[in-house]
């Protein structure tokens, strides 16, 4: 059968995968990790092309001619609640031309039996992309499937969501070759051209407003994981995007994969949690060749930490920044404007808080109510948003409710100001400047700059 794994186009540059759509803060435009994910699974029983229609820019028309000219007999395609009256009136034309549409996203992650009802054109909801599901329902073997929702030929709806938590999941190489050799950026790259891979799914945390925090947690095997590092770096790839949402949560294995990449000379960007960055996981990952570690600040108010389950205080934090600078690599906190508890005073203190880690990048996310998680229903039980409206975006382009003591407008006017007071020093910038590796760096860094200033001014 010809397969489509679409990103459908958009008119802003959205970011739709791993069950957390947003536009784009800045100019950056990852692979997406899903697609990734299901192209090995998929061609192993199917003929599979790839059409990130994100990525290459195009328009509606021609998406819908490049889809027209590929003839795919199904479609399984990416949605956001950050797109989603685009991307379901997009699918929607393409099933009235006899394709079948899978789709996976987080406007469709909870309440997908309601979804599926809504939404005639839409065959089968994909829960989890580490699952050989797709495979299994385009074959029509629905007794093997673990985690969707399908409408059968009759009408009827069903549903499987097998237990996640502390397993692994073995995948066929993620056909890296199948996606455009152009069009995607991350201003953190130190060599060209990167690559995204996952080495696992999910997360043991239990964070309130995240999303991943609900999806369980598994590992590949890391003789998987190697296997797709060693196509990538034979095709002249060495710039790796890790882009598991906690590196190190198994410590034996990040160590085992810390020795096989130092063994293989790559550069890599990762996230991990500020409560695992000790001197032994630090000191291993920056000898492996990651130069830049993502790390959650969310609040420097531990009250607002405490509230959203986040497992550790602002202390720390601050020790985890400083001992991530004392190895030599390049530091980016995370963090979350406008949950419940926040008010001027908290807001106050995490701008300071992020003035003070010396902290290379900040990354500036708005609070959503994302589906499945607690946070959204405490959300919908203190009356702060309406629970039909299905479209949100955490990248503070809007803002989608208010906290307890502020007002929309009030969230969004003090997220630009710490943008702008955080990039816009001259300290930070001339550090910048001074630790780039080179021209293309430089470049990379200075579009991503006035990307995100731009969208704060």
């Known amino acids: 059968m010809r397969v489509l794994l679409l990103n459908p186009p958009g008119r802003e540059l959205y ?47 021609a998406a819908h001619a490049r889809i027209d000219a590929l003839k795919p007999a199904a479609i399984i395609s990416l949605v956001g609640s950050v797109s989603w009256e685009e991307d379901r009136e997009f699918l ?35 829960d989890d992309f580490t699952t050989a599901d797709a495979a299994h329902l385009l074959s029509g073997r629905e ?62 945390w239990s964070c309130t407003f995240c999303v991943i925090s609900t999806l369980g947690h598994s590992t590949r095997p890391v003789e998987d994981v190697l296997e797709e590092v060693d196509a990538l770096i034979a095709g002249g790839t060495r710039e790796l995007f890790v882009a598991d949402q906690t590196f190190g949560v198994s410590r034996d294995r990040a160590l085992e994969l810390c020795r096989a990449f130092r063994e293989r000379d790559l550069s890599w960007t990762a996230f991990t949690r500020p409560d695992l960055a000790d001197d032994e996981l630090l000191q291993a990952m920056r000898g492996a060749g990651c130069h830049t570690l993502i790390m959650g600040v969310e609040s420097a108010d531990d009250e607002v930490l405490e509230a959203c389950r986040k497992g550790y205080a602002s202390d720390t934090v601050v020790g985890a ?85 502020l007002s929309r407008a009030e969230v969004e006017r003090f997220k630009r100001r ?36 731009a969208r704060n001014a």
């Open 143 to 204: 007794g093997e499937v673990q985690r969707s929702t399908w409408r059968r030929d009759d009408g009827a709806v069903v549903q499987r969501d097998e237990p996640r938590h502390g397993r692994e999941h073995r995948l066929p190489r993620p056909l890296h070759e199948l996606f455009p050799s152009s069009g995607y950026r991350f201003s953190f790259a130190r060599r060209a051209p990167f690559a995204t891979v996952l080495t696992d799914y999910g997360c043991p």
């Open 321 to 405: 920044f400083a001992r991530a600078r004392a190895h030599g690599l390049r530091t980016v906190g995370t963090f979350v404007v406008g949950l419940p508890d926040e008010t001027e005073g908290s807001l106050e203190r995490t701008l300071d808080l992020a003035l003070a880690l010396e902290l290379d990048f900040m990354s500036l996310n708005v609070a959503v109510p994302r589906f499945g998680t607690p946070f959204r229903d405490d959300a919908v039980a203190a009356g702060l948003i309406d629970p039909s409206e299905l479209v949100m975006d955490q990248s503070g382009a809007t803002v989608a409710l208010p906290t307890k003591a």
């Open 418 to 453: 710490m943008v702008r007071r955080f990039y816009l020093r001259p300290s930070w910038l001339w550090r910048r400047v001074r630790d780039v590796s080179g021209p293309r760096e430089l470049f990379a860094q200075a579009r991503e700059g006035l990307a995100l200033l």
């Open 92 to 126: 929607r034309l393409q099933a009235s031309r006899g394709r079948r549409v899978f789709a996976i996203g987080d406007v469709l992650h909870a309440d997908a039996e309601e979804r599926l009802r809504e939404e005639p054109w839409l065959e089968v909801i994909l």
């Open 15 to 61: 970011v739709r995968d791993y069950f957390c759509s947003k536009t784009t803060k800045s100019n950056y435009h990852f692979h997406p990790v899903d697609l990734l994910a299901l192209s090995g699974t998929v061609a192993a029983e199917h003929d599979v092309s790839v059409l990130d229609c994100i990525a290459e820019g195009l328009s509606l028309r």
